[in-house]
């Protein structure tokens, strides 16, 4: 089974613009070189160091998606995380919260981290709230987010 993650988010821009900021924010943390294009990161993925493999994709959500109905957002945008499960997955699942951090400082919108079944973190109406879990936001984890942000029970409905 592969550890993936999404960051899904409700916002006006297109996949190839996330791609871009998602770029922009990797290049300085040396997660991407400059060989890796935007075009590539939205058709086929891009590889960092620790392998683990990133891909930013429309999203079309089902109205029956846990986002909408549990939580009101539809995404339009989603970036895709798979870990490389044999290896530092801490290490990665670091390199994913910045990235991730560093997208939510460029592009606009509501955005739902989740993975494994988890939500790791929640933006809604530019209010950020985190997992209350402190395995899953370890102070470092936490500090690599750079923001203010409120501690929350955040999960999924339970099916019925």
């Known amino acids: 089974?592969?550890?993936?993650?999404?960051?899904?988010?409700?916002?006006?821009?297109?996949?190839?613009?996330?791609?871009?900021?998602?770029?922009?924010?990797?290049?300085?943390?040396?997660?991407?070189?400059?060989?890796?294009?935007?075009?590539?990161?939205?058709?086929?993925?891009?590889?960092?160091p620790l392998r683990t493999w990133v891909r930013v994709y429309e999203r079309n959500a089902a109205p029956w998606s846990p986002l909408v109905t549990d939580f009101g957002i539809t995404p339009t945008v989603a970036v895709g995380f798979g870990i490389y499960k044999h290896d530092r997955i801490p290490e990665q699942q670091d390199d994913l919260v910045r990235l991730v951090a560093g997208l939510l400082d460029k592009v606009p919108g509501d955005?739902?981290?989740?993975?494994?079944?988890?939500i790791w973190l929640m933006r809604r109406d530019g209010e950020l709230m985190v997992n209350e879990r402190s395995d899953i936001w370890p102070e470092h984890r936490i500090t690599a987010l750079g923001r203010p942000y409120k501690r929350k029970a955040l999960a999924f409905s339970e099916e019925e």
């Open 1 to 48: 089974m592969a550890i993936s993650y999404d960051l899904e988010m409700a916002t006006s821009w297109s996949p190839e613009q996330v791609a871009r900021a998602l770029l922009d924010v990797g290049r300085p943390l040396e997660l991407f070189d400059g060989s890796v294009t935007p075009e590539q990161v939205a058709r086929d993925g891009a590889v960092t």
């Open 111 to 118: 955005a739902v981290l989740s993975g494994m079944e988890t």
